[in-house]
């Protein structure tokens, strides 16, 4: 499967809620010169675009008009953009003359871009600038093609939500930069599937009929019927999860030790009527963070179900119906339970 289908596949689960694919809009602009994006398209045009590939040259203008225009922009491919130096008042630091480097993701330059998903960064990025994804709440996904680790300014990213997808052999050169210490790092590029499970104890034969393996893929979508041996396919082969949604599914049980020691999990939607928790059920899953929300239906949530989770601020329980909390829920954590 070549990197444009897979791109693909990613995009279409990440939008879900959008009904129809053909209302939305992909574009591939190229740039000769550097600062002229913007003339290629009206205010309406950058609207309506959802998917964007940018090849040429481009500066910190033209990372100004990306974050400023396309107000719908999910999925940004530069892999192809050889982003070049500027100096001038028109960049992300819009009315500050300030001088940027070639080879940078410039400051700022997605600023509070609620929409965006999915970037691809250009292989010679040498530097991702401080602010450049800040507030970025919903990017899922950076891939970077490069195999030397781009420095990473002050809060250039955040390791709570994004998962960094980089090349194969990669882990060790990022490993040794600190600052990329604390993100899930995946060599491969992201890899969605969406299944719908009508038999029990079917997700395996689901996943090899769609010509996928469970160890590859990032993320899942699972609706329809899920049993304990469907649970099991999750915790003894799908290591590189990063994220699972599973609320549309019949479960009323996480079985014990599910999620755990699933270093790249980031995110999970729990089933809509989850009544338990079982022990250690996400425990070690070191990346999971913000806040994981309980359905209102939960009754217990067993021993050292949340163990490890260091990036977890609070499980919050939507209902008043729990009536059993395990010890050590949270190691040595205490108060991350929390009740609406």
């Given amino acids: ?63 100004r008009h990306l974050r400023d ?24 630091d819009q009315g500050n003359l300030t001088i940027y480097k070639a ?11 609620k929409a965006l998903q999915n970037v691809i960064l250009p292989y010679s990025i040498r530097c991702i600038d401080n602010e450049a994804f800040k507030d970025c709440n919903n990017l899922r996904i950076l891939q970077l093609n490069n195999r030397n680790a781009p420095h990473l300014g002050k809060e250039a990213i955040s390791d709570t939500i994004t998962t960094v997808f980089i090349p194969a052999s990669a882990t060790d050169n990022y490993r040794r930069s600190p600052q990329w210490d604390h993100f899930s790092l995946i060599e491969s590029e992201p890899l969605s599937l969406k299944v719908q499970i009508a038999k029990l104890g079917s997700l395996q034969e689901e996943i090899l009929k769609a010509g996928m393996q469970p160890g590859k893929i990032n993320y899942l979508t699972i609706e329809g019927k899920m049993d304990e041996d469907d649970f099991m396919v999750i915790r003894s082969y799908m290591s590189n999860l990063a994220s699972i949604d599973l609320s549309n599914t019949n479960c009323e049980t996480i079985p014990e030790f599910t999620f755990s020691q699933k270093k790249h999990l980031i995110h999970i939607d729990l089933p809509k009527n989850l009544r338990k928790i079982g022990q250690r059920a996400f425990s070690g899953c070191s990346k999971l963070g913000g806040t994981l929300i309980l ?46």
């Fill in 1 to 63: 499967m070549n990197m444009r289908i897979k791109t693909f596949l990613l995009y279409t689960l990440l939008i879900g809620g959008i009904s129809s694919l053909h209302a939305q809009s992909r574009m591939t602009y190229s740039v000769s010169k550097a600062g002229t994006l913007v003339s290629q398209l009206t205010r309406e045009g950058a609207d309506s675009i959802i998917e964007l590939k940018v090849t040429g040259k481009i500066n910190a203008v033209d990372f």
């Fill in 69 to 92: 225009e396309f107000k719908n922009l999910k999925v940004l491919d530069l892999s192809g953009a050889d982003v070049r130096p500027y100096i001038g008042k028109e960049g992300t």
């Fill in 103 to 113: 080879d940078y993701i410039p400051k700022l330059a997605f600023l509070n871009k």
């Fill in 295 to 340: 359905p209102p239906t939960v009754t217990a949530i067993e021993y050292g179900a949340f163990i490890d989770c260091d990036h977890l601020t609070h499980v919050k329980a939507t209902g008043n119906k729990i009536t059993t909390v395990g010890d050590n829920l949270f190691g040595t954590d205490k108060g991350k339970l929390i009740y609406k």
